[in-house]
C-alpha cells in the first residue's frame, strides 16, 4: 500500500484521514483472511460434516456480500478504464468476475441442495440433480479461483502482513 | 450511505446471477422439483465421487461438530490452494523480474521503485512524467555525466 505524501516532523503523528485508512485496511485484510480460511472449510466437506458446511456456506455468501461492497468501488473503476489499462488488470478483473459468477452459482446452488439448514429454518426444497451438478462444478472452479484471486493481490497481502507485524499501539506505521 | 448504496448494486448483481442461473436450470429441465433426477442418467463425475464415497475415500458426516479424523481432506484443500497460490506468486514475480531486466534494487533502497527509464529512483520524488523539467534541473545540477545518458540524468535516480 502506498502511503500517499511523505510526512515531515511538523505532521502529526496519525491523522483522521489516515487512521481511517489504516482501519479499513485492517477490515479488508481480515475480512478477507477470514473468507478465505472459510471457504477453505467449507469445501473440506469430510472434515466439516453436513451440517457445518451448510451453515458455512450461508456465512460465506453473507460475508462475501460484505466483501463485494466493500469493492464495490474498485469494481466500478475497473470496468471503467478496462479498454486502456493494461493486459494485467484486465486478468484481475477477468477472475474476479470468474470467481463472482461460480461464488454465487454455488452458494445459490447449495442453498437449493441443502438437507440440514434449510430444513431446519423450515424450509423443504424438491432434490434437483441440476443444483446438483452445478455445485459440485463451481465448486472446484471456486477452488481453483480462490487462491489465484488472492495471489493477483500477494504484494498488497505481504505489505499489509508486514506493517501489522511492525505495528504498535501508538504508532503512525 | 454509500455503503448502502454499493450494497444494494451487489445485491442486485448476485440476484442477476442467479436468476440467470435459474434460467438456465429451467432451459435444462432441471430446475427444483422438476424431477430430472428421474430422467438424466448421473454424469460421471457424480459416479465417480459416489464411488469415492462408496469406498470412504471421501466420507461425509451427517452429524454436527468438526470431524479431527477426517484432517485429509481439510490438508488436500489447503495442499491445491497452496500450489495454485504458489505457481500464480511465481508466475507474477518471474514476469516482474523479466519486465525490469533482471536487475534487483540496489540495497537499502528498499522504498526505492523504477521509473520507466529503468532507472531506481526515490519515492518521493515526482514521477517521470515531467521530464523535460528534470532534464533542465539536471542540466542545472551538472548532472550529465551519467552513465546511462543525459536522457536520464535528473536528481534522485539511482543508477543500479
Known sequence: MNTGSPTSLADPPVTASRRRILARTRLDFWLDGLLLVAYTFAYSLGFTGIAIHEWLGIGLGVVLLVHLTLHWDWVIRTTRRLVCRGSRERVVWLVNLLLLLSMTLCIASGILISQVALPRLGITLPASSFWRQVHGTTATLTLILVPIHAALRWRWIVGVARRFAAWRPGRSR | ?160
Open chain 2, 1 to 160: 450511505m454509500k455503503f448502502v448504496r454499493h450494497l444494494s448494486a451487489v445485491v442486485l448483481a448476485v440476484a442477476v446471477i442467479v436468476g440467470l442461473g435459474m434460467l438456465w436450470a429451467h432451459a435444462c429441465g432441471g430446475g427444483p422439483g422438476s424431477g430430472s433426477s428421474l430422467r438424466r442418467a448421473p454424469s460421471r463425475e457424480a459416479l465417480l465421487r459416489l464411488e469415492q464415497v462408496k469406498a470412504s475415500v471421501i466420507r461425509v458426516h451427517s452429524g454436527n461438530g468438526f470431524h479431527l479424523a477426517d484432517t485429509g481432506d481439510l490438508i488436500r484443500t489447503c495442499v491445491i490452494e497452496a500450489v495454485l497460490a504458489t505457481v500464480v506468486i511465481t508466475g507474477s514475480a518471474v514476469r516482474r523480474r523479466h519486465r525490469r531486466g533482471g536487475v534487483s534494487p540496489p540495497p537499502g533502497r528498499k522504498a526505492a521503485c523504477r521509473c520507466r527509464h529503468g532507472l531506481w529512483r526515490q519515492r518521493s520524488i515526482a514521477a517521470c512524467g515531467s521530464a523535460p523539467m528534470m532534464l533542465a534541473s539536471a542540466a542545472s545540477s551538472g548532472a550529465s555525466a551519467n552513465p546511462a545518458g543525459p536522457g536520464h540524468a535528473w536528481p534522485g535516480h539511482v543508477v543500479p
